[in-house]
């Protein structure tokens, strides 16, 4: 059984920074593509960034320059950068990874962003 647990969200003044990181446990080989999404309540999740692989990244157009995507895949973490956070970052953060042809979601962290 994998899991994946993010942790690193908080709350944060606008400007700030804030590193979420996601662990997958269990019975893990490989993480293949691995993504960050968020949601804000009554609204669809949003996704955010792609990391492939071999380490490629993609970001949706709000987050572009301020956040950044990674992986240690020694660790089995991916973690997600954002700085000069804004308010309308506010969301539920989630990873979402690709493990032996499975999807895996975890069940989100928080992030406020809020003077």
């Known amino acids: 059984q994998v899991q994946l647990v993010e942790s690193g969200g908080g709350l944060v003044q606008p400007g700030g920074s804030l590193r979420l990181s996601c662990v997958a446990s269990?019975?893990?080989?490989?993480?293949?593509?691995a993504a960050w999404y968020r949601q804000v309540p009554g609204k669809q999740r949003e996704w955010v960034a792609t990391?492939?692989?071999?380490?490629?990244?993609i970001y949706t157009d709000s987050v572009k320059g301020r956040f950044a995507i990674s992986r240690d895949n020694a660790k089995n973490t991916v973690y997600l950068q954002m700085n000069s956070l804004k308010p309308d970052d506010t969301a539920v953060y989630y990873c979402n990874a690709v493990i032996e042809l499975k999807q895996y979601w975890g069940q989100g962290t928080q992030v406020t962003v809020s003077s």
């Open positions: 269990g019975s893990i080989f490989n993480i293949n593509v």
């Open positions: 990391i492939t692989s071999r380490g490629n990244t």
